[in-house]
């Protein structure tokens, strides 16, 4: 095996990513800059269109409309969360439903913000390019929707990359759209916020994972009243991205391909060795212990064990998968050519090069925390900051009325 280090030394969060985990602050649009008192494009597809937003609305009605939008208008306000990580770029809008919301837009791209990143530390001009492309879309969604209320997170690739805070700024500057390079751990609490309702109801601990396109967070939880209780996690630098780029992607015969496999499972236990060495006791006296993934990995896989032609998010979400059907998925996607990888159902081009690192991260897991069953998430980060979202904007209303009630009494 290659004397390969996870590529960590620059992982940092920007000045907002410091902050203790589980603060939600009141993120509105603000208008992007305009130098030298340009006028914005009408046109969105075209290049000199900065006309999105991030923080506050930005109604071409002039400050009246803007002003009007921030008034309350009830529970059918809109929200929204941008998630954006090493490999893609999400964004979810939506308007509370009781104690659950309804999407009302959605947005995803693979973008690979950190491709090459492992290996020169910085976002490559491409990278950035396409990552902005994606940006402006989601920029004009949020405009069109009238968006109240959102926040816009950047996660491992920001907070690895050297030049991460001028491409932030850049993005503030070209969309409106203000991301905040949040930490690892807060970036694995709203996972787990965002998915934890699709575990299986037993009693016990249960483990949650995100494998993203930088890095793995992994959280040992236990039931709570209605957000479980953290009892443990880990972040390594391993994510689908990472992974592929540090170990290579030489696989040009059946014996390359088990070699670097194996490679890549080897680098991923080693990094997960602390956490296992933890979380061993929790599982020791359970008769059933319960894992919950949620990443693109986990959702392609269980779209090729239900042996879908095209992925369908209704099938895959919330879906118990036998474990030991997701390990002999990944043992022959570990042994396919890229091109054989690629003309299967529900991977292509896209996914071709990166679900193994996926399928090592996977099986990784599975040997740490040796459930059964998987549970499947088609859900996670996005899901958990429009919750906080809306949860402390609730709690805000509370106690705004609690004060009104104190002086008309």
């Known amino acids: ?160 990359a050297e030049n991460s805070e001028a491409f932030i700024e850049r993005v503030r500057q070209e969309t409106g759209i203000a991301l905040d390079i949040i930490s690892a751990e ?26 993203g396109g930088g890095s793995t967070e992994l959280v040992l939880i236990e039931p709570g009243e209605k957000v479980p209780h953290i009892l443990d996690w880990q972040s390594v630098p391993w994510g689908v991205v990472s992974l592929t780029d540090s170990v290579g992607r030489s696989e040009s015969n059946a014996e390359d391909r088990a070699a670097r496999y194996a490679e890549m499972r080897q680098l991923v236990a080693d990094s997960f060795a602390g956490f296992a060495g933890r979380i061993a006791g929790h599982r020791a006296d359970q008769p059933r212990i319960r894992l919950l993934g949620t990443s693109g990995t986990v959702t392609t896989l269980a779209s090729l064990h239900l042996e879908l032609p095209q992925y369908d998010r209704r099938a895959v979400d919330g879906l118990v998968v036998p474990s030991q059907s997701m390990r002999e998925i990944s043992a022959r996607l570990s042994g396919m050519s890229f091109e054989e990888r690629g003309g299967l159902p529900c991977i292509g081009q896209d996914r071709a090069d990166l679900v193994v690192a996926g399928c090592a991260i996977l099986e990784s897991i599975l040997d740490i925390w040796p459930a059964d069953r998987l549970g499947v998430a088609d859900r996670g980060i996005r899901e958990g900051i429009l919750r906080s979202l809306m949860s402390a904007e609730e709690q805000a209303n509370r106690r705004l009325n609690r004060l009104r009630e104190g002086r008309n009494d």
């Not at 807060?186 to 949650?208: F, T, W």
């Open 186 to 211: 807060e970036e694995a609490r709203l996972a787990v916020l965002g998915c934890h309702v699709l575990l299986e109801g037993d009693d016990g601990p249960a483990v949650i994972f995100d494998i």
């Open 1 to 160: 095996m290659a004397d390969i280090s996870p590529p960590d030394g620059n992982r940092r969060a920007g000045k907002r990513g410091a902050e203790k985990s589980g603060k939600v602050a009141d993120f509105r649009y603000r208008p992007p800059s305009q130098p030298d008192g340009r006028k914005r494009d009408a046109n969105p597809r075209k290049r000199g269109d900065r006309n999105a937003s991030s923080r506050q609305d930005t109604s071409r009605q002039g400050s009246s409309r803007q002003d009007k939008a921030f008034q309350p208008q009830g529970r059918r306000q809109a929200y929204a969360a941008l998630d954006l990580g090493t490999n893609n770029c999400r964004l979810l809008i939506a308007r509370p439903s009781g104690e659950n919301f309804t999407v009302i837009d959605a947005f995803s791209r693979v973008v690979r913000l950190g491709e090459g990143l492992a290996n020169s530390g910085r976002l490559s001009d491409d990278a950035m390019e396409r990552t902005l492309g994606a940006l402006h879309i989601c920029a004009d969604k949020l405009r069109r929707r009238n968006v109240h209320l959102a926040r816009s997170v950047a996660t491992e690739a920001c907070r690895r």
